[in-house]
Nanobody, 122 residues
Framework: QVQLVESGGGLVQAGGSLRLSCAAS????????VGWFRQAPGKEREFVAA????????DYADSVKGRFTTSRDNAKNTVYLQMNSLKPEDTAVYYC???????????????WGQGTQVTVSS
C-alpha cells in the first residue's frame, strides 16, 4: 500500500515557477514509477510527466517538454515536479500517482494523491 500527498501548488503569474512535491509512505516506494497528471475544469485528466522507480528514466508530454522537470529522492520518499515558464493553460489540479510501470495511461497507476491546485494568471 502506498499513500501519496501532493504539496506546493498555488497562484503564480505567467512566466513564473512552482515546484510540486509528492510525498509517499511505504518502504517499497522506490519500486514504483510515479506519474504526474493534471485536470482542468471541464477537461479530461491528462498526462504531464513520469519517472521510473530509480529516477533514471523520464517522460514528458509535448506541452511541457523543456519547461517541466520531474525528479525523485528515494531516501526521502519524495518525487518533485519543477515547473518553469508557466502559462495560463497550465492551470489545473495536479495529481501524482504511483504504479508498477512508467506510463502515460492513468489507468495503469494504482495509487493517487488528493491533488494540488495550480493557477497561472496572465
Amino acid at each position: 500500500q502506498v499513500q501519496l500527498v501532493e504539496s506546493g501548488g498555488g497562484l503564480v503569474q505567467a512566466g513564473g515557477s512552482l515546484r510540486l512535491s509528492c510525498a509517499a509512505s511505504g518502504r517499497t516506494f522506490r519500486r514504483y514509477a510515479v506519474g504526474w497528471f493534471r485536470q482542468a475544469p471541464g477537461k479530461e485528466r491528462e498526462f504531464v510527466a513520469a519517472i521510473s522507480g530509480s529516477g533514471g528514466s523520464t517522460d514528458y508530454a509535448d506541452s511541457v517538454k523543456g519547461r517541466f522537470t520531474t525528479s525523485r529522492d528515494n531516501a526521502k520518499n519524495t518525487v518533485y515536479l519543477q515547473m518553469n515558464s508557466l502559462k495560463p493553460e497550465d492551470t489545473a489540479v495536479y495529481y501524482c500517482a504511483a504504479g508498477i510501470v512508467r506510463n502515460i495511461d492513468p489507468r495503469l497507476y494504482n495509487y493517487w494523491g488528493q491533488g494540488t491546485q495550480v493557477t497561472v494568471s496572465s
